[in-house]
């Protein structure tokens, strides 16, 4: 059987909480061996922790996402830092982090100052990052530049295209595939990961968002990401044994798991 990481599901939310062992057991019978649970804002920072303490193929990232600047508050940050002093070796990342120009009133200065701090966080501590980005991928390739962290990270979710993504693996960042290969409408993206360097590719699913074909409506599984995995096969030249292979390399190199 093929086995998966998938680098980027918010387990902390529904369908999965409250629900955990039994989705951890279809993830595992699906050769998912194990996730990354990316946080969002600093009132689930514990809630992830205690979920990546608890079950073995867990693990956490904690962030601040650019959807909750709303709520943001400096003590956030403060919070953020206290999880990092104590450094559980199930916390593999910063994320979820960036920029996003979609949302309503976007309040993109704060955005940008929030960004900047937690990558400097990010650099502190030597941490990887997880990275959010709509409609920025230019501007956060720029804070990206002026901060030059040593741990890198990845660009999850990337719909953008090839020259946007070779501008951040420059950088030294992986790309995040998920879902939106599985759609043969999503050219643009399909083009870009096809022919992207397989060393900078990561799989994911971002479950319960980004569903895949054939799940519309539906709210997303980790286990899916046996179907990203065959669509990316579909569209690479290399084997489906190395994708998978040299995959879950980049996702050890990154994360260390």
Request: aromatic share 6%.
């Amino acid at each position: 059987m093929t086995r998966f990481v998938d680098t980027h599901c918010h387990f902390d939310f529904e369908p999965f909480c409250g629900n955990e062992a039994e989705s951890l057991q279809r993830t595992a019978e699906a050769g998912v061996e194990k996730i990354i649970v990316v946080g969002v804002s600093a009132d689930r920072f514990a809630g992830v922790m205690a979920l990546a303490e608890k079950h073995a193929p867990l693990y956490a990232a904690l962030g601040t996402h650019p959807m909750a600047i709303g709520q943001h508050q400096e003590a956030h940050l403060q919070q953020l830092e206290a999880h990092l002093r104590q450094r559980s070796p199930k916390l593999v990342a910063i994320g979820e982090i960036g920029l996003d120009l979609f949302i309503e009133d976007p309040q993109f200065d704060k955005q940008q100052a929030v960004l900047d701090a937690q990558l400097r966080l990010a650099r502190d501590y030597d941490l990887p990052v997880i990275l959010h980005s709509r409609r920025t991928h230019d501007k956060l390739a720029m804070h990206l530049r002026k901060l030059d962290l040593p741990a890198c990270g990845v660009v999850h979710g990337f719909a953008g295209s090839e020259q946007q993504a070779l501008a951040f693996i420059r950088e030294g960042f992986a790309i995040g595939v998920g879902g939106t290969i599985t759609y043969e409408r999503a050219s643009k993206t399909r083009n870009a990961i096809a022919r992207l360097p397989l060393t900078s590719l990561l799989l994911e699913t971002d479950s319960p968002d980004m569903p895949v074909q054939g799940f519309q409506g539906q709210p997303n599984r980790p286990e899916r990401i046996a179907n990203v995995w065959r669509s990316l096969c579909e569209i690479r030249e290399e084997s489906p044994q190395e994708i998978a292979e040299t995959i879950r390399e980049n996702t050890r190199r990154l994360f260390g798991i």
